[in-house]
């Protein structure tokens, strides 16, 4: 069995990376900075994957996010996975070449479906992760998409069991009330997955601490803890957070 | 010595994370799409992304099939990465039935297993634990069990074990990387595993 996974997930807009909280962007800093004050691939060494997300509000620059991309996996030997706003082929073919692995889809799972389709030919099932987002209203999750703004009419339930029909690869499902708050998990989404659900799902929205990603990693449906804090974790968070997942028995890769 | 490696690009995929990882290793590396420049390179690397029906399609139509042939011919060390490893095997199934290189026998065809009685995924995707036989020299230096990047739904499985540098499972056994003469090749991504990686693909530059 594939082992369980820590992923970091960079937020850059217009050259800049940014932490979000419930979905609102404050900026941290460019790449320089990122490279100076957090020495980026040693961080690396201390995950399976690496997501970055161009989450502009503004028009997007995708050579702009490519270089960028570029500088930040230079010396990152693993999985990386890119995305942000991709409507077409030429856009998803751009951020293959340049270097992801993986690409990561959210408003255009609802908005084009015959689009992903398309992406899933070519690419292979493997290659796309769906991004949801979703809020707690009345106890019940409900789906977000276009960065959280737009209310859809359908319960994480269903929207699960469509995406597991379009045969997407992953799911990365990200708490909106939870998004960057660093207070954990919301872990009670779990109940609500579909009784046959069997794709790999990465969780994230929350973790503050490394005991917030075991909590995460300790359940048997989760195969990939993801966080975005830049404060939190990056320096020596992330590995003293692996060496805790690995020490309380969770099963990881060793290299 | 210096080592030159050219990586094939055959127009699936991306031969360039494959290049920062050997040129981080300290050897000069040069990716190459034309039959005609595949010559006087110490080692080649042949990655793939695609189906294994696509792939050597694409390979045969460009003409890089006789030029492996014939650099595998002058003993030049190549490495196949997850499916330009497959596609060294007799035959696969993906995308068709389909004849490969035949450097390597064995088949690769679909994981087998039930997938509605098992909690394993298809695709297979992630970091894995593999199982080096001790006569290799891929992973020389390496414990009884490493763990590599995986992405795929296919696999390879020999017949004879004489070929097989390593084993792993998932569902049911089959190949993880093989090793015969010159030829080498690995289900697993080297360029995505981290450490254990590079000194993987340092092995095949200084032990092939």
């Not at chain 1, 050579?63 to 890119?82: G, H, M, Q, R």
């Not at chain 1, 708050?181 to 659900?197: A, I, K, N, Q, V």
């Not at chain 1, 503050?208 to 990603?213: A, E, P, T």
Request: aromatic letters at 10%; a negative charge; proline letters at 3%.
């Amino acid at each position: 069995m594939p082992k369980k996974r820590l992923i970091f997930t960079l937020l850059y807009q217009e050259d800049a990376f940014y932490l979000s909280r419930n979905f609102r962007l404050q900026r941290v800093g460019d790449l320089e900075w990122l490279s100076k004050n957090y020495e980026f691939s040693a961080v690396a060494n201390s995950i399976d994957e690496l997501i970055i997300l161009d989450v502009s509000r503004g028009e997007r620059n995708i050579d702009a996010f490519c270089n960028t991309v570029a500088e930040i996996s230079a010396n990152c030997f693993i999985p990386l996975a890119l995305g942000g706003g991709i409507t077409t082929a030429a856009e998803a073919d751009r951020l293959i070449s340049s270097g992801a692995d993986k690409l990561v889809l959210n408003t255009t799972l609802t908005r084009d479906p015959d689009f992903v389709t398309r992406l899933i030919d070519t690419y292979g099932s493997q290659c796309i992760i769906a991004s949801i987002d979703y809020r707690i209203e009345n106890g019940a999750c409900t789906v977000y998409i276009n960065q959280g703004q737009e209310r859809m009419g359908f319960s994480l339930e269903s929207y699960l069991c469509r995406l597991e029909q379009l045969k997407v690869g992953e799911i990365y499902l990200n708490c909106i009330d939870h998004d960057g708050t660093g207070t954990g998990y919301h872990l009670d989404s779990l109940e609500m997955l579909p009784r046959s659900f069997n794709m790999p799902l990465i969780i994230a929205g929350g973790a503050g601490n490394q005991k917030h990603l075991l909590q995460g990693l300790d359940c048997s449906q989760i195969d990939a803890a993801a966080t975005a804090n830049l404060f939190n974790f990056v320096g020596d968070g992330l590995p003293r957070s692996r060496a805790y997942l690995l020490e309380n028995g969770v099963s990881m890769a060793r290299w | 010595m210096t080592f030159r490696v050219a990586i094939i690009d055959y127009g699936a995929g991306n031969p360039r994370s494959v290049l920062h990882a050997i040129s981080y290793l300290g050897a000069e590396a040069e990716i190459i799409g034309d039959p005609d420049r595949l010559k006087g390179f110490s080692h080649i690397v042949l990655p793939g992304v695609g189906s294994f029906h696509s792939s050597i399609n694409l390979i045969r139509s460009r003409g890089l099939d006789e030029a492996l042939f014939e650099q595998i011919k002058l003993e030049v060390p190549l490495l196949g990465i997850c499916l330009g490893m497959q596609i060294l095997a007799d035959r696969g199934s993906e995308g068709g039935e389909t004849k490969g290189m035949g450097l390597i026998s064995g088949d690769v065809d679909r994981f087998g297993f039930d997938i509605t009685t098992s909690n394993l995924k298809i695709p297979h995707v992630g970091f894995d634990t593999v199982k080096p036989r001790l006569s290799s020299k891929l992973f020389a230096g390496f414990g009884e069990e490493v763990d590599f990047y995986f992405t795929h739904s296919f696999r390879l499985r020999c017949a004879s074990g004489q070929a097989v540098a390593a084993d792993a499972w998932h569902g049911e056994p089959y190949v993880a990387a093989i090793e015969q003469g010159s030829v080498a090749g690995t289900q697993f991504h080297p360029e995505k595993s981290q450490r254990n990686g590079l000194r993987l693909m340092l092995n095949f530059l200084e032990r092939f």
